[in-house]
């Protein structure tokens, strides 16, 4: 069919096309509001003179449409798709008043196409195939979702026109069937015209298993004809509309995201996929982001699927505090937080020159001390390894020692990619102590005491030439000593133990005889080679308090015989106590007979 004359479309019955239609450049096209032309045809043409107006009268408004029908009643599942050329160029025409897509096979754009009120879906999508589609100031989509919408294939681009200031408006596009992608823009600026395209341009995945190794990734073009700032929402398929849900939403929602203006990338934000997945994201973008499309590369937004790897290192250190010669464990513990498996792991341990390299041991890989390259190589979702160094600490040098970990896979929390230590040497410690008693605080003068000198050593380091310096003061007289390691000098009072381990202990006994005048205050003290961290128990004093011996002597005298007759022989009885605290020694009893008596025998028990 061809028209190119004046041509109307009335309400009622509606106008029926089974075949191809071309409106020529003299057709005037006048639709009645609510009246329907059906195309069933398969090529819909329109030259850039032609013109599609309401019907002039009866306060019209312009809600006349042409639907695009599959299923033509002529030609049974003819067409599969259908074509649309639009003959569009500038300005206001032509412009197609209402069009409504009813083919499950949708339309095909094969020129570029404006339409003055309102595009609706019943089913199938609009694909621009490289041609833009433009909506005037005043016209609406109505009725898209993931399975009805536009898709912007190629180099296709949809325009609205006179978006107003704080006006938004959804673009309903995609790349494909299925891949529902719209874009939501919201204007600051002055009223204008905003264009949308997305683009692919890796492989698309259905499934989150296939996206980790072919990616997703998406692309919109948004430009306008006057700069200006705007918010813009991207999504892939709907976040509220449940035939858009699915596994496509999830993957494009955690992925990676990012903007550019004119080649000049800069950071939007970052996630990776299964972190944080189900709301669409957003962007506020600045003066002048969204430039005119004459200028090239103009504002790009971009989200891209990749496969993440929260790869994590700890270093620890067996002393923090270790001394000059010794040595020490550096213990590196790698673990791969998911959400992928991680491969091309290698961590980064070079030994600073503080340290000189003693041995070292891998659970997973190999360890290059040289080098001080650790690899690791293929880390599974949740899996660790570790690598264990020794090393001697040397006298100088830097002590601060890193370990860090890097993958093939994009790595989203870099704050664990790395672990530092600084142990702090010292010079070689031992706690040396020494505690000394006595047997009896109260002793007798002339008697003996045994003290008894206890040394142990506290560590952290085994201690080298131990001495106990323990001097007899004049209140004592040396009598003998016992040693359970090294030898004791009575003259000079050293007590020679020579090297204790730590935790060792040694004993010394030292009986002497308490002098009837002091001084009786003793004090044992230890000391060695090693610097003592706890000065405070490197000796020990004990005080004996010497008595005089102390002793409570009587006597009585007594017979068992009072009346006694001259020449008789009777006894006497000399009893002797000692009743005091002490032995009293040299105990004399004087007992000289009186005249009339005449001594005769005695026995003492």
Request: some cysteine; overall charge negative.
């Amino acid at each position: 069919t061809y028209i190119n004359t004046t041509f109307n479309i009335n309400a009622g019955v509606p106008t029926t096309w089974y075949g191809d239609v071309t409106f020529g450049p003299e057709a005037v096209v006048y639709i009645e509001d609510g009246a329907q032309g059906i195309f069933y045809g398969k090529n819909m043409v329109v030259d850039p003179g032609a013109t599609f107006i309401a019907l002039p009268s009866n306060s019209q408004i312009g809600t006349g449409r042409i639907i695009f029908r599959e299923n033509n009643p002529n030609y049974p599942g003819y067409p599969l798709q259908q074509t649309l050329n639009g003959g569009f160029t500038s300005g206001n025409h032509p412009s197609l008043l209402n069009i409504e897509i009813d083919n499950a096979q949708g339309v095909s754009l094969l020129g570029n196409t404006r339409v003055t009120n309102v595009v609706s879906f019943t089913k199938g999508h609009i694909y621009l195939n490289n041609f833009n589609l433009v909506l005037g100031s005043s016209a609406t989509l109505s009725n898209y979702d993931v399975s009805k919408h536009i898709i912007t294939n190629g180099t296709g681009v949809l325009t609205k026109e006179g978006v107003v200031p704080n006006g938004n408006f959804i673009f309903p596009v995609s790349i494909a069937n299925g891949d529902y992608t719209p874009a939501t823009v919201t204007n600051n600026a002055a009223t204008r015209s905003i264009s949308v395209q997305v683009k692919d341009y890796t492989t698309s995945a259905a499934i989150e298993s296939t996206f980790v190794t072919k990616g997703m990734e998406r692309t919109w073009q948004i430009t306008s004809n006057i700069a200006g700032a705007a918010n813009v929402t991207l999504q892939h398929n709907s976040a509220t509309n449940t035939n858009g849900a699915g596994t496509n939403e999830s993957l494009f929602n955690n992925a990676l995201a990012f903007v550019s203006q004119q080649l000049t990338p800069g950071v939007w934000s970052q996630s990776c996929t299964g972190s944080n997945g189900g709301s669409p994201i957003s962007i506020n973008t600045g003066p002048n982001f969204i430039l005119p499309t004459t200028v090239d590369a103009t504002a790009f937004f971009t989200k891209k699927t990749v496969s993440c790897t929260d790869l994590m290192v700890t270093k620890t250190v067996n002393n923090a505090i270790p001394t000059v010669g010794s040595n020490l464990t550096f213990t590196i513990i790698v673990k791969n937080n998911g959400a992928a498996d991680a491969t091309g792991v290698i961590v980064t341990d070079q030994l600073p020159t503080g340290y000189t390299y003693v041995s070292s041991t891998v659970t997973t890989g190999v360890y290059n001390n040289a080098t001080g390259i650790w690899a690791v190589g293929n880390l599974a979702n949740g899996a660790s390894a570790t690598l264990t160094v020794t090393a001697t600490v040397n006298a100088s040098g830097v002590y601060t020692n890193k370990a860090a970990i890097t993958g093939s896979e994009t790595d989203p929390d870099p704050s664990n990619n790395e672990s530092i230590v600084t142990p702090t040497p010292g010079t070689i410690q031992a706690n040396l102590g020494v505690v000394k008693s006595v047997n009896i605080a109260v002793p007798i003068i002339g008697s003996n005491v045994v003290f008894t000198i206890a040394v142990n050593n506290a560590g952290p380091n085994n201690a080298t030439n131990v001495k106990v310096t323990d001097v007899l003061t004049a209140g004592y007289t040396y009598v003998s000593s016992t040693v359970t390691t090294g030898t004791f000098d009575s003259a000079s009072g050293t007590w020679t133990i020579g090297n204790m381990s730590n935790g060792a202990n040694a004993t010394m006994t030292i009986t002497a005889k308490v002098n009837a005048v002091g001084p009786y205050s003793n004090t044992a003290t230890i000391a060695g080679s090693e610097a003592d961290p706890e000065p405070g128990n490197n000796s020990s004093t004990i005080t004996t308090v010497p008595n005089a011996a102390m002793v409570d002597l009587s006597i009585n005298k007594s017979t068992d015989i009072k009346p006694i007759s001259i020449g008789e022989e009777f006894d006497y009885l000399l009893t002797v106590k000692n009743i005091g605290a002490n032995l009293a020694t040299g105990t004399i009893a004087s007992d000289v007979l009186p005249e009339g008596l005449t001594y005769v025998s005695s026995q003492t028990g």
